[in-house]
């Protein structure tokens, strides 16, 4: 049914192993036909464990392999049925190289929001980097260096020492691959997603929030994004499937959430006071952090009062 209904869609070269798993003979009979095989298995834990065994067979053959990630536990069928073939070429222009899937099921194993697991996290994947040839190390620093926010030269010496990393089958549990839970993502991206979810669905919404100038602070690649929505003919998938992949990874998730969305005027205008309202109070909190410095003048320290009652006054 899958085959069926991407072929439905408009994705004709794609072929189902059948069975409990791809096999080496079904490897050797597409390296007849094709030099690059992207697995599109479901988007469960059944289907991600069976992209593991697939890709080390196809690997194996000598093919060039990329996988493809369905958010949310779908499969190839249910997503074109939901997103078409412009969700699905978006999905496939992002799809994940053997190594960088392999990196991303690591990063999955950690709190990469906290220190301690970005470490943990640098240690294994550098240990894994430096076992490639030079060529592709150059190339996974870098992803992990995007993960971590560690300087790439440290990353590489990391890499250098082996420790951390031993190759052993990748497993997955329910869930590895779905969205974050509301309670473990991040406030402010959050709502920055669900008020551009709204401008994408919804011209009123779109209308409104240009109105109030809401792109003004936005971060990247949110505000490339709502820039362009007044562009003729806008296409999200289209948009998502030109980004660059770390881009594109955060903008799938609007694709994911456009058909969830009601009252998108009155959501759109909520999420963007609540935005308001969180940068005042970091705003405040930094200047209330500066006010205990020990080096201030006295003008200083008045203009900081000033800035901080004037932010107090205005939150109320």
């Not at 329910?174 to 473990?184: A, H, L, P, Y």
């Amino acid at each position: 049914m899958d085959v069926i209904g991407l072929y439905k869609a408009g994705v004709t070269n794609a072929v189902a192993s059948l069975g409990t798993a791809l096999t080496e003979q079904q490897a050797r009979l597409l390296k007849r036909y094709v030099d690059t095989v992207y697995i599109a298995y479901d988007g469960d834990a059944a289907g991600q464990n069976a992209t593991i065994r697939g890709l080390e067979i196809l690997s194996h053959e000598g093919l060039s392999v990329r996988v493809i990630v369905f958010p949310d536990d779908l499969d190839p069928d249910e997503y074109v049925q939901i997103y078409g073939k412009a969700g699905f070429d978006a999905l496939k222009n992002n799809a994940y190289s053997l190594n960088a899937f392999k990196i991303e099921a690591m990063a999955r194993e950690y709190d990469l929001s906290n220190e301690n697991g970005r470490e943990q996290f640098a240690v294994k994947a550098c240990a894994f980097v430096g076992t490639l040839q030079p060529v592709e190390q150059e190339r996974y620093y870098k992803l992990v260096a995007q993960k971590t926010g560690y300087e790439i030269e440290s990353l590489r010496e990391q890499g250098k020492r082996g420790e951390g990393y031993t190759e052993k089958p990748l497993r997955f549990s329910r869930g590895t691959f779905r969205r974050r839970s509301v309670q473990d993502e991040d406030q402010k991206e959050l709502l920055i997603r669900t008020m551009l979810t709204c401008a994408v669905k919804d011209r009123g919404a779109c209308a409104l929030l240009k109105a109030e100038k809401a792109g003004e602070t936005l971060p990247e690649p949110y505000g490339a994004l709502f820039e362009a929505l007044d562009q003729p003919g806008f296409s999200l998938a289209a948009y998502v499937g030109a980004q660059e992949r770390q881009d594109a990874e955060k903008l799938t998730a609007l694709i994911r959430d456009e058909q969830n969305m009601v009252e998108p005027e009155k959501t759109a205008l909520d999420c963007l006071k609540r935005l308001r309202q969180l940068e005042q109070e970091d705003r405040l909190g930094d200047l209330q952090h500066q006010l205990k410095r020990t080096d201030l003048s006295e003008g200083e320290r008045a203009a900081l009062l000033k800035q901080i009652t004037d932010l107090i006054r205005a939150k109320k």
